[in-house]
């Protein structure tokens, strides 16, 4: 760039380098390289002759330049360009332009020029030179191609006027220059970086290796012998929490973990081949099992004495504190079972106590209920007298009505759905008279509820410590007072009472006590049950017997003979006898309470001698009509058809019969 400035800004001083024109007519020629450029080959520029150009490009100087500029291995090239100074002398750059070609040797000036001449041969180019000689053609004037342009040449003047340009873009180039050469140190330190990280990584790795290794190794000896060192050793955190630890759920699974120690060492000390570890875990094993027996004592006594707090609920306790560590007395009695049933024995008294107490009061509430009182007047062949009602206490109150024949609602006992005994409360602050069978009932539900309770839980603190047997003795023996109470109370209240219907009532709420007991599974009140049927099927047969005499009175009243008058005995009506009416009524209460009755129940039997009675009575009555066997026989039909109106409506076996029986009687007697 720097020779096209000077070459058009000053005259030529030597005569050995000829000017050119500006501008060169153009020629279609291919133009010609010499092999003396090499590699480096650049534009022809204006105002230099082609001979200075080509000797310019094979100086040594700029091979020199060229070369070292290429070499370089790391860097910007940036750094090695030149940039012209502002203050360059022009005649001093020719002088040196000058030196340079005259010190290339007569060969490369040979070379040059054969380079540069123009042969015949290149002459019979084919080319088109439109009808027209080469030198013809070659001085021809022809206007420049369009897209050929001219670049006037730049003076000193001109140079110097944008000079700041030139020094703005060194300073821009040299800044490039100190970015780039910032961004290679960087590289460098950050290649020098990653080479430390990769070694740093295959370090880490064949340490990872090398660990991965010794776990492996861990492992396999831990699982070889861990079992054998879980079972030769204790954790201090173990016997810590033993010995001192509340009782909880964790506390038991504790127990569960020292059990199975203990039957580990009892069999390694069972081989002929004992270990140092199992002598020194021996002493302790037996230190820390009675250290948890002491604890499980005092804390199963702590428990027992709760119950006897007043106001208490047993059940509670039993349930949050006894069932939720039964584990507890399993331990106890497998490693101390004489304490173990001492502390059973415990538990069975202060439950007799609890519940004979209990019961006892229950008891004296319900004994203030009033009862209904039928007496041995309330049979189906005495006349109406004055009724009484009374408590179980015996104190007299004012007569309240009753009727000792009907059923009526007195059944629904039977078929409600409240299975709630009466509270003790409510029992001692009721006003109103019941019959016999509300305090049976109530007493009984509340004995069944609270033994089913206790033998559940029973059945599942002791067991499988102690079988189902013994389990079923102490059952008995903790409920053996409050069996004795229910014994009492049936026999006060069945003892001298005349109500057949409330005895029959009793007997099935007790049959329906004894189903309910077997689904739920508890055999140890069946004694209690079969007892309180002892009491009561025997009552009810003295009251059927009762009932049976009264109406043979009624039959021995009766004379053999009419006595009256031919007038008295027109007057005599065919009405059914009161005792009719009341034997129907009682018969149609024992049908409605054995739908479901078998075979083998004295009822049957007892209604049967109570029907031949009220027949036998009837027939005798009948007779009393004398000679009028018209009306004689009304009376009977109308006897028998009031009987079979009362009962016609009841279902069941032992029903059906009693209907079968009375449709012919009444047919019999039918005009």
């Known amino acids: 760039m720097w020779l096209d400035r000077l070459a058009g800004g000053q005259p030529t001083s030597s005569g050995s380098s000829t000017p050119q024109p500006a501008s060169r007519p153009y020629s279609p020629l291919p133009r010609r390289t010499s092999s003396n450029l090499g590699p480096y080959v650049t534009s022809q520029r204006a105002g230099q002759s082609p001979r200075a150009s080509s000797l310019s490009l094979v100086s040594n100087d700029s091979s020199t330049s060229l070369l070292a500029s290429s070499r370089r291995p790391n860097g910007s090239a940036l750094k090695q360009s030149t940039t012209a ?67 006037p040449s730049q003076s000193v003047e001109e140079y110097e006027k944008e000079i700041s340009k030139f020094q703005d873009l060194h300073r821009s180039i040299s800044a490039c220059d100190d970015v ?16 430390a990280v990769s070694a740093d990584i295959e370090s880490l790795q064949a340490r990872s290796a090398a660990l991965n290794r010794r776990l492996e190794n861990r492992q396999a000896v831990e699982k070889a012998l861990g079992p ?14 033993i010995a001192e630890g509340h009782i909880d759920e964790q506390w038991a699974k504790l127990l569960i973990d020292l059990d199975k120690r203990n039957v580990a060492y009892q069999k390694a000390i ?30 199963l006594v702590t428990q027992i004495k709760a119950m006897r707090s007043p106001h208490i609920n047993a059940q509670i306790i039993q349930q949050q504190n006894f069932l939720r560590f039964k584990d507890l007395y399993t331990f106890l009695h497998k490693h101390h079972a004489t304490l173990a049933e001492e502390i059973s024995r415990a538990y069975m008294n202060t439950m007799r106590w609890y519940y004979h107490n209990h019961f006892g009061r229950y008891e004296k509430a319900l004994a203030k209920i009033k009862l209904h009182v039928l007496d041995r007047n309330d ?12 408590v179980l206490s015996s104190s007299r109150v004012a007569a309240t009505p009753h009727d000792a024949f009907n059923l009526g609602r007195r059944v629904d006992i039977l078929k409600t759905k409240n299975q709630t005994a009466l509270s003790s409360y409510l029992a001692e602050e009721d006003q109103s008279t019941h019959y016999l069978e509300v305090p049976f009932r109530n007493f009984n539900l ?31 023996y903790v409920f053996e007072p409050t069996f004795e109470l229910g014994q009492a109370l049936s026999k006060t209240l069945v003892g001298e009472t005349f109500d057949a219907l409330g005895l029959l ?86 049908l409605s309470l054995s739908v479901d009755s078998g075979d083998d129940e004295p009822v049957g039997t007892s209604l049967l ?63």
């Not at 002398?89 to 000036?109: F, M, W, Y």
């Not at 001085?139 to 897209?147: V, W």
């Not at 948890?292 to 804390?299: G, L, S, V, Y």
Request: net charge neutral; charged share 25%; aromatic share 8%.
């Open 85 to 151: 100074a502002p203050d360059i002398d022009p005649n001093q750059s020719l002088k040196t332009l000058e030196r340079l070609l005259q010190g290339l040797s007569d060969d490369a000036v040979h070379k040059n020029k054969e380079a540069s001449s123009i042969t015949e041969a290149d002459l019979e180019v084919g080319a088109d030179f439109d009808g027209l000689a080469l030198k013809e053609f070659a001085t021809a004037q022809r206007p420049e191609p369009s897209n050929w342009t001219t670049r």
């Open 180 to 195: 780039l050469n910032s961004v290679e140190i960087n590289l460098t330190s950050f290649r020098n970086d990653l080479a």
């Open 228 to 241: 054998l060192v879980e079972e030769l050793s204790i954790s201090p955190d173990i016997i810590r929490r």
């Open 270 to 299: 069972s081989n002929t081949q004992k270990s140092k570890a199992s002598d020194d875990l021996g002493p302790l094993l037996e230190k820390l099992t009675l250290k948890a027996i002491e604890r499980i004592r005092d804390f």
């Open 379 to 390: 049979v189906i062949g005495h006349e109406d007298g004055p009724r009484k009602a009374t």
């Open 446 to 476: 509340a004995l069944v509820d609270n033994a089913t309770a206790e033998y559940n839980f029973m059945a599942s603190f002791f067991a499988p410590s102690l079988s189902l047997s013994t389990i079923a003795k102490n059952f008995n």
């Open 505 to 590: 009532l009793c007997i099935r709420l007790n049959q329906y006590l004894a189903f309910e007991l077997q689904r739920r599974r508890i055999p140890a009140v069946d004694g209690y049950n079969n007892a309180t049927n002892m009491l009561l099927w025997p009552r009810l047969q003295v009251i059927m017997d009762r009932h049976c005499e009264s109406i043979r009175h009624l039959t021995n009243a009766v004379p053999a003979k009419p006595t009256r008058s031919a007038a008295d005995l027109a007057k005599m009506s065919a009405a059914p006898h009161v005792a009719t009416q009341r034997y129907g009524q009682l018969l149609q209460s024992f």
């Open 609 to 671: 001698r109570l029907r031949s009675e009220v027949e036998a009575f009837l027939t005798r009555q009948s007779q009393s009509y004398g000679a009028d066997k018209r009306k004689s026989q009304r009376f009977l039909y109308n006897n028998y058809s009031l009987i079979l109106t009362i009962i016609g409506d009841i279902e069941g076996k032992l029903a059906a019969e009693h209907q079968k029986h009375f449709e012919q009687q009444k047919a019999a007697y039918q005009e």
